[in-house]
């Protein structure tokens, strides 16, 4: 167990829907980094928040939006779905800024219909 | 300049033998070079990791090799037993840009 938790684990939805992905972190690491992992383009780096900030960004859509709490968990929200956004999300956490020995959670499995 | 190039996409070792799983890459910014292990239905999980100052690091079963003028780096996986049957990702840190670069996988299989 990674101690980053994610739900829901599962998640099924129509295409044009808006879904909100969640992440708790390991007890104390401060940033949170979401990931995409689809079969045909592997693992990408979606955004980054570290203490509440945005601190880095990768390949995410404009219909994608994440933000962190001040309890520190995230929230990845993803609108007007489409069939091609059926993927694993996953959050990964590490103590500081910096994404090194990052800590991933188990995912989160998007299929949209 | 930030791709990782990470073959093969798939081993199949027989319980014993070594598992060898090779990474390059372009950009001379990366500075730290980790190693993923993801079992299905799981997170990756940091297995093994490596910084351009030493040629290889060792660590169980689990070796890196990492040749900086070639911009390679490789796992290799001793006496691979069947539960280490898995997914494997290389990746690579550019501290300037605070981002990981992933390879694309290679789903190794360890035969009994």
């Known amino acids: 167990d990674s101690g980053v938790t994610q739900t829901p684990k599962h998640l099924i939805t129509a295409t044009g829907q808006r879904v909100t992905l969640r992440c708790s972190p390991r007890s104390g690491d401060l940033s949170v980094y979401w990931y995409q992992q689809s079969l045909d383009q592997g693992l990408q780096f979606l955004i980054q928040?570290?203490?509440?900030?945005?601190?880095a960004k990768g390949n995410i859509l404009e219909r994608f939006s994440a933000q962190q709490f001040p309890d520190l968990h995230s929230e990845l929200n993803l609108s007007s779905l489409e069939l091609g956004d059926s993927a694993l999300y996953f959050c990964a956490s590490t103590r500081f800024w910096q994404n090194t020995e990052a800590f991933f959670g188990q995912g989160t499995r998007l299929t949209v219909v | 300049q930030q791709q990782v190039k990470q073959s093969p996409q798939s081993l199949i070792v027989q319980k014993g033998g070594i598992s060898i799983i090779n990474c390059a890459y372009e950009?001379?910014?990366?500075?730290?070079f980790p190693w993923y292990q993801q079992f299905p239905g799981k997170g990756p999980a940091l297995l093994i990791a490596i910084r351009p100052d030493v040629s290889e690091k060792k660590e169980g079963r689990f070796t890196i090799s990492f040749n900086k003028s070639a911009k390679q780096f490789s796992l290799h996986i001793m006496d691979s037993q069947p539960g280490d049957s898995a997914t494997y990702f290389c990746a690579a840190y550019n501290n300037a840009g605070n981002m990981l670069t992933f390879g694309g996988g290679t789903r190794l299989m360890v035969k009994p």
């Open positions: 950009n001379t910014a990366f500075d730290y």
């Open positions: 928040y570290y203490n509440g900030e945005e601190r």
